[in-house]
């Protein structure tokens, strides 16, 4: 059988409240982030009794290893970014139905309630910091999911047995256009010796996607009477980890050194280029590395550029991942070195925009998880 299109399905542990949703990764825009939409079906118990149902978006972010979770201590912080209530519905709702909520309407019936969510564009993107081999327990990083429970308030203590959450992620693909392309230029002098050698590092585009290869063009012209002995190019990413107080650090995760067309004497110069592949493949089990946000068992690869609106005005809560080109020339234990730095984004593409009809008979894939936990499970696909 063909499927035209696919939902992914999660019951309460009791059975009472189904949620169903189209789609788990939803697209920021930086200007605004697509709505969190889906359909919850509810029990006849619960129609009969008229059961208040609340939805909620959080957004969850691990900042310290779950074994070190001792004494109290916890280093895990949870934001509500949006919540309401779902069931009974508000007598008016201007809210538009997609042709998905549509469709889903009419094949669940009548205890079948849609939903919708709108959040910040601020709110972080979802990234996971690699572990290392010997961790355990939830990874750090920003996570989301969505959040459905039978309670008498939205503030009201939940139940395991009631409530039921699926893992969602806030993503970002590649700008249609490309920025201006990337050049710096470096110089260094030397105390009591004439002349300065020059640096100067160009990137052939500004946008890169992942997987392909960054030519790096290299031009060194040397005016002193320092002599370049080795070159060595990497790929850098920066991690800032936001929780009201900034903390950062780096890896390198592609790198390339080489004494090729060294020394490079006084007077002379050299051009050439250097090419580096930045992949998660060359970076396993190493832990801190940025990836992109993980839902499921698939296959991960290297967090993205996270693209902001307003660079300077950072939110208080979230990881910030960028990349930068560095090549560093080494003149010797009494000439010391010479860097240069470049940033680039590197992202996934966008998608085909190109929408799938969605038709009355259209028949749907659903992809069903495990209730026995609040937890986000593995899936498992079946016909």
Do not use: W
Not at 197 to 219: A, F, M, P, S, W
């Amino acid at each position: 059988m063909v499927y035209n299109f696919k939902v992914f399905k999660k019951c309460a542990p009791n059975g009472k409240v189904t949620l169903y949703m189209g789609k788990r990764d939803f697209v920021d825009h930086v200007s605004g982030v697509e709505p969190i939409d889906g359909i919850i079906v509810l029990d006849d118990e619960y129609v009969r009794d008229n059961r208040k149902v609340f939805g909620q978006v959080v957004c969850s972010f691990r900042y310290g290893r779950e074994e070190d979770e001792v004494m109290g201590l916890n280093f895990q912080k949870e934001l509500c970014l949006a919540s309401e209530q779902i069931y009974p519905r508000p007598e008016k709702s201007d809210k538009e139905q997609t042709k998905l909520q549509e469709r889903l309407l009419k094949k669940l019936g009548s205890n079948a309630v849609p939903f919708t969510f709108n959040i910040s564009p601020n709110a972080p993107s979802s990234v996971t910091l690699q572990q290392g081999e010997d961790d355990n327990g939830d990874p750090c990083g920003v996570s989301y999911y969505v959040k459905i429970f039978a309670g008498d308030s939205e503030t009201d203590r939940t139940h395991r047995r009631s409530t039921v959450t699926l893992g969602i992620r806030k993503i970002q693909f590649a700008p249609t256009k490309q920025g201006q392309q990337p050049c710096t230029v470096v110089r260094k002098d030397f105390m009591l010796s004439p002349g300065e050698l020059e640096l100067e590092v160009t990137l052939d585009k500004q946008l890169y996607l992942h997987g392909e290869r960054i030519g790096v063009n290299i031009c060194i012209r040397n005016n002193s009477n320092k002599m370049v002995k080795k070159i060595k190019a990497m790929i850098q990413q920066g991690v800032d980890v936001v929780l009201f107080q900034n903390g950062s650090y780096r890896n390198t995760v592609a790198s390339l050194e080489t004494s090729e067309g060294c020394p490079i004497q006084p007077g002379s110069c050299l051009q050439k280029v250097m090419y580096l592949t930045p992949l998660l493949s060359s970076n396993k089990q190493r832990r801190g590395v940025a990836l992109d946000g993980q839902i499921k068992r698939q296959e991960q690869c290297l967090a993205s550029t996270t693209l902001l609106a307003q660079p300077d005005q950072r939110d208080a809560f979230g990881i910030i991942v960028s990349y930068a080109v560095k090549v560093k020339l080494f003149l010797g234990a009494l000439g010391g070195e010479l860097s240069a730095e470049l940033p680039f984004v590197l992202m996934h593409p966008k998608p085909g925009s190109k929408a799938k009809v969605i038709h009355a008979d259209s028949q749907a894939d659903v992809e069903t998880f495990r209730q026995d936990t609040v937890d986000q499970q593995a899936s498992v696909d079946f016909d």
